[in-house]
């Protein structure tokens, strides 16, 4: 923590915590960059606010928030709607409401989903002002029907089922996943890497059981939070829970690399868009 090339250095790179840590003094740097900024709460922020008179963020407030621990949940804030922002909200999402509109910079073209993936994201977390990139319009998926759109849609009906843990399952979904991987199995692909993305642990459990006999050897079983940053070829993941009404699966071709998705909250987003803040 008391390096001194921290002192000398042009440029120091480091973990929020870590820099909170190294360095002490205020207004020791000309900026601080703030890179993932979505997914670092406030009250993290607080020690690093007086080490640079300028600031930039960048983020994605429409991707996963802040990994919620026991600090930032005991943290003291009066009043209920307070305390869900500063246990759930990132640091970039409250400066994004109150940034003048002069300092924030939206990058709205994507390269990292096929063209229907991209425009649907587009449309449903960024009021359509995502666009595509050309060569996106390209990518095609290369799996034979009922899987040669880049984007499938599947309606399943079940109730949901919550464990001892309060973490919830779906037997209807585990089966219709079930089906679709084995499906893709029998298609002999063996070089096809699939990932099944479920919302919930115990969902997760559930499926890793189901899909135990599957052979495919990219196959992966994951939350989103464990999956975030991962690539696959083929993900099948549910949009947002609908307490027993339909429920619907989506089996898509990303291509390069998939972003994250945000829990139970529609839309599915690979985020292509990374919206930026300066300050």
Known sequence: ADDPRVRTAHVVFGTVNRIALACKEAEMFDWLILDEANKVRFTETLPLLRLAPRWL???????????LDESAAAFPVEGEEARTLVRDASFFELSWAVVPETNVVMLDEQYRMAAPIGSYVSVASYDGRLRNSPEMAALRSPLPWPFNRNLTWLTIRGREKKGGSGSISNRAEIEAVGRVVRHLQRLG???????????????????????????????????????????????????????????????????????????????????????????
């Not at 993941?237 to 619907?248: K, W």
Request: no cysteine; hydrophobic share 40%; net charge positive.
């Open 57 to 67: 963020l960048v983020g994605d407030h429409r991707q996963l928030p802040p990994v």
């Open 189 to 279: 692909l063996d070089q096809l890497r699939v990932a099944v993305i479920a919302m919930y642990q115990d969902q997760v459990t559930q499926l890793r059981r189901e899909l135990r006999m599957v052979t495919l050897p990219g196959l992966a079983v994951a939350t989103v939070d464990a999956f975030e940053g991962e690539a696959a070829a083929v993900l099948i993941l549910p949009t947002y829970p609908t307490n027993g009404a339909e429920r619907r699966w989506v089996v898509r071709q990303p291509q390069q690399r998939h972003a994250a998705t945000p829990p139970a909250t529609p839309p599915p987003g690979s985020a292509g868009a990374r919206p930026r803040l300066a300050g």
